[in-house]
């Protein structure tokens, strides 16, 4: 273990290049996470046969991964506060493979939800840790380059882990599914055991219900810290909107087959990941400004070319929909890792890891309603474009309204 842990110090104190290592460490053990949610998808007909149970009744167990995942969330920032990222992550950790290893073994639904909760507390607080080393690691110009990188996570997750579901079913059985991702975790807790200890003191000597309410109270009320923490959230969403209603898309434009759906609803993704690799390139070279205009500049062309269509062209195709998706995505990879960093750095005098917290919490929370809306409403592909249309404008609002208060924050200070 000393050799190891000697391994990753040097990384740590080494060159660019090592800390390149440690961006795309954290951006696999992130997609592990993200991917527990929907790597079993393609074997829910399996499951229910060998758990005893139907199709619906399994639908349970990702609500009680996204209960699990929201509870985890709200606690796991404080208690970085008060205890340090070591202290969490590493039982954290543990707590989530003892769920995979559950969800594994289990013989009925009722047990295997409890095991997809237990899970999904535990791993809901990867992304937070992962925000804290890139804040302790990295100088301001690396942060914003790195967390590019981690922002990555979720697009990959969602095309990879369906895919990685339907080959391990081919292979084995949905079972193994939980043992290689259980088996994933647990390089992850030998990473961060070696991981040098941070510098951190505690902020508070107890724990306290109270005292962390009121720490949410006082981060929400910074104005500025909840527009840029709702954005990568409005991304996430509009896109969920698009995902979950591919498959009555595919089905009344093409084929419908699974082949068809999962090849449509990934395209956009692949956008995002070839676009965050030149919002890297752009802070590296031109700085943080320019990807923040240039984000807001796709998304001003995004609003500006779907008014041309609902004016000049009431014809929709599946083609326009996904041009309109990939222009988002392209868009969000640069929008969204500064929207994070931002909203970081405003929540900064309270605590990071809360802030990290809220904006996760927040991404849950418009991705389930999103995911509620595209569900109900794809009756229609103007509906579905409506839904889509209104997050984007929301997105361009929220950071029309940053530049009006931080305006309005100056002339006061003038005063």
């Known amino acids: ?48 046969i060998d758990l005893n149970t139907t199709n619906a009744l399994m639908q349970m167990t990702i609500v009680a991964h996204l209960i699990g995942e929201f509870l985890g969330r709200i606690l796991c920032g404080p208690l970085i506060d008060i205890y340090g990222f070591r202290a969490i992550i590493l039982p954290s950790l543990t707590i989530s493979i003892l769920g995979h290893l559950g969800c594994m073994i289990s013989e009925s639904l009722l047990f295997f939800i409890v095991m997809r909760f237990i899970q999904a507390v535990g791993a809901s607080v990867v992304y937070i840790v992962s925000q804290s080393i890139i804040n302790e690691t990295f100088d301001e110009k690396g942060k914003n380059s790195v967390m590019g990188i981690l922002e990555l996570y979720q697009p990959i997750a969602w095309i990879l882990s369906p895919f990685a579901g339907s080959i391990i079913m081919e292979v084995s059985n949905w079972r193994l599914s939980f043992l290689v991702l259980a088996l994933a975790q647990m390089i992850g807790i030998v990473f961060f055991k070696a991981y040098p200890a941070n510098s951190h003191k505690k902020k508070r000597i107890r724990f306290s219900f109270s005292i962390i309410i009121q720490d949410y109270k006082s981060i929400l009320k910074n104005s500025v810290f909840v527009i840029y923490a709702l954005i990568p959230g409005l991304f996430a969403g509009g896109y969920m909107i698009f995902a979950t209603s591919c498959p009555f898309i595919c089905s009344q434009f093409y084929a419908g087959s699974s082949g068809n759906i999962a090849i449509f609803s990934t395209i956009p993704l692949f956008f995002y990941i070839i676009a965050t690799f030149a919002y890297r390139i752009v802070v590296d070279r031109f700085g943080v400004k320019i990807a923040r205009r240039v984000g807001t500049s796709v998304y001003a062309f995004f609003g500006i070319y779907l008014s041309y269509l609902v004016i000049f062209d009431i014809h929709w195709s599946p083609r326009i929909l996904l041009i309109l998706m990939c222009i988002q995505c392209f868009g969000s990879a640069f929008l969204v890792p500064v929207s994070v960093l931002k909203a970081l750095q405003n929540s900064a005098i309270l605590s990071t890891n809360i802030g990290a917290s809220t904006v996760v919490i927040f991404r849950n929370l418009i991705m389930s309603f999103c995911i509620s809306a595209g569900v109900k409403f794809n009756s229609s592909i103007t509906t579905i474009m409506a839904c889509i249309f209104i997050t984007v404008a929301t997105i361009i609002l929220l950071i029309t309204t940053r530049k009006f208060l931080r305006s309005r924050a100056n002339r006061k200070i003038c005063k």
């Open 1 to 48: 273990m000393s050799k190891i842990k000697k391994t990753v110090e040097s990384l740590v104190i080494g060159d660019r290049l090592s800390r390149k290592k440690i961006s795309y460490f954290l951006l696999f053990i992130n997609v592990i996470t993200s991917a527990a949610v929907s790597i079993y998808i393609p074997c829910l007909k399996h499951m229910a």
